[in-house]
């Protein structure tokens, strides 16, 4: 029912029946009358469709070669590869709903694929239904065939988000002092990133729009690149496969917490077989030695995407959280 097409004959079927009680109690030869102030309400409890745009909005996008689109979908599970041409979707809530608080999602897949339906379009349609504004950005995937630098490459592209939306706040209804990141895995690292890293900006931001998240919740997230407890296929697609020192400590976000760093929530489980379940613990510990609010649940069960736990399970976290923490006013 979240889709537009869905919801819009559901809502006339709401109206054909309306009409037709409406209808008994009129004359066969009279039109059946439409209460317009319940049409209203019923058009205002739809969400608009979704929207995508360039994620820099037409201008050219920093920190790229000159490449022909690669971008390809690879089956059974519809992951994204080849990612050079980034874009962000949104996904505004019902009028009716809206409560103005905004979260910006990066969805995972080790920096080499990106999940778009499981990570994406099925959260963002999630927190939409809470009156939640949610935007899937589609970043680069990190290649030096489409970048000068890889390893900024995705970083950008979340400084960009955020600068998109509370540039936009205003024609999007939203609060600018209430947007929130969510990642997934290695768009928990991204996410992550973005929440410790805010204080350069890797982009175009003549405006000095504040670059940093008000809040970050992060769901089996890579979070450090040290050899010891890292995802190295995230490491090495983001750094190659002989970083330097300086870059394994700029991007282990465990090391780059302030603080100035962002309230989060961890989510993860304990049996993960694909992120050591240490990368929340030791983000988690950063955190609480800057004296920084952090919430934390660690599963007994569940593995790397919690499928083994109903979707619900954690999912209902996310908005509990923000609502508990006064994002959802």
Request: proline residues 8%.
């Given at each position: 029912?979240?889709?537009?097409?869905?919801?819009?004959?559901?809502?006339?079927?709401?109206?054909?029946?309306?009409?037709?009680?409406?209808?008994?109690?009129?004359?066969?030869?009279?039109?059946?009358?439409?209460?317009?102030?319940?049409?209203?309400?019923?058009?205002d409890s739809i969400p608009p469709k979704p929207e995508t745009l360039p994620l820099y909005e037409g201008a050219a996008v920093p920190n790229s070669k000159p490449t022909a689109d690669q971008e390809s979908v690879t089956p059974p599970y519809g992951m994204l590869e080849h990612v050079s041409r980034p874009t962000i979707q949104a996904f505004l809530p019902a009028k009716s709903k809206a409560n103005g608080a905004s979260v910006i999602i990066f969805p995972g897949g080790g920096y080499v694929s990106l999940s778009m339906y499981?990570?994406?379009?099925?959260?963002?349609?999630?927190?939409?239904?809470?009156?939640?504004?949610?935007?899937?950005?589609?970043?680069?995937?990190?290649?030096?065939?489409?970048?000068?630098?890889?390893?900024?490459?995705?970083?950008?592209?979340?400084?960009?988000?955020?600068?998109?939306?509370?540039?936009?706040?205003?024609?999007?209804?939203?609060?600018?002092?209430?947007?929130?990141?969510?990642?997934?895995?290695?768009?928990?690292?991204?996410?992550?990133?973005?929440?410790?890293?805010?204080?350069?900006?890797?982009?175009?931001?003549?405006?000095?729009?504040?670059?940093?998240?008000?809040?970050?919740?992060?769901?089996?997230?890579?979070?450090?690149?040290?050899?010891?407890?890292?995802?190295?296929?995230?490491?090495?697609?983001?750094?190659?496969?002989?970083?330097?020192?300086?870059?394994?400590?700029?991007?282990?976000?465990?090391?780059?917490?302030?603080?100035?760093?962002?309230?989060?929530?961890?989510?993860?489980?304990?049996?993960?077989?694909?992120?050591?379940?240490?990368?929340?613990?030791?983000?988690?510990?950063?955190?609480?030695?800057?004296?920084?609010?952090?919430?934390?649940?660690?599963?007994?069960?569940?593995?790397?995407?919690?499928?083994?736990?109903?979707?619900?399970?954690?999912?209902?976290?996310?908005?509990?959280?923000?609502?508990?923490?006064?994002?959802?006013?």
């Amino acid at each position: 029912m979240k889709d537009g097409k869905k919801l819009w004959w559901f809502a006339c079927g709401i109206l054909a029946l309306h009409a037709g009680m409406a209808y008994g109690q009129q004359s066969p030869q009279s039109a059946p009358p439409v209460d317009p102030k319940f049409m209203a309400a019923v058009m205002d409890s739809i969400p608009p469709k979704p929207e995508t745009l360039p994620l820099y909005e037409g201008a050219a996008v920093p920190n790229s070669k000159p490449t022909a689109d690669q971008e390809s979908v690879t089956p059974p599970y519809g992951m994204l590869e080849h990612v050079s041409r980034p874009t962000i979707q949104a996904f505004l809530p019902a009028k009716s709903k809206a409560n103005g608080a905004s979260v910006i999602i990066f969805p995972g897949g080790g920096y080499v694929s990106l999940s778009m339906y499981s990570e994406g379009t099925l959260v963002a349609e999630y927190l939409q239904d809470y009156g939640i504004a949610a935007f899937i950005v589609k970043y680069r995937l990190p290649s030096d065939a489409t970048m000068e630098d890889k390893t900024i490459g995705p970083l950008q592209d979340a400084q960009q988000a955020i600068r998109l939306v509370r540039e936009h706040a205003s024609s999007w209804k939203l609060d600018p002092a209430r947007v929130g990141v969510l990642g997934f895995s290695a768009g928990g690292h991204l996410a992550a990133t973005l929440g410790t890293h805010f204080g350069k900006s890797y982009i175009g931001n003549p405006d000095g729009v504040n670059l940093r998240p008000d809040f970050m919740m992060l769901v089996y997230p890579v979070i450090s690149m040290d050899a010891k407890i890292a995802h190295m296929g995230s490491r090495i697609a983001l750094l190659g496969s002989t970083p330097t020192d300086e870059q394994v400590r700029l991007f282990s976000n465990e090391l780059q917490v302030t603080d100035k760093t962002p309230p989060t929530l961890l989510l993860q489980a304990t049996d993960d077989h694909l992120v050591d379940v240490d990368n929340s613990i030791v983000f988690f510990e950063a955190l609480r030695h800057h004296e920084v609010p952090v919430d934390m649940t660690i599963f007994k069960k569940g593995d790397h995407g919690l499928f083994l736990l109903p979707r619900d399970r954690w999912e209902s976290m996310i908005p509990e959280w923000m609502q508990a923490n006064g994002w959802m006013k």
